[in-house]
């Protein structure tokens, strides 16, 4: 997930849960997404697919 850094993604993990916003970290298997000043952190292994927003 390292090589989409500073990359505006949507993130799918599933049934109606979509993440949006630009990758700002990804560490111990958690993934970090900035939208608006608010932090989203993912687990990495809970995601299904990512596509650039």
Do not use: P, Q
Request: aromatic share 12%; net charge negative; hydrophobic share 45%.
């Amino acid at each position: 997930m390292e090589h989409y850094f500073d990359e505006v993604l949507d993130v799918y993990c599933g049934g109606s849960d979509v993440f949006n916003g630009k990758v700002k970290a990804c560490a111990d298997n958690v993934l970090t997404l900035d939208k608006n000043g608010k932090f989203t952190h993912i687990a990495i292994d809970k995601i299904i697919a990512v596509w650039r927003a």
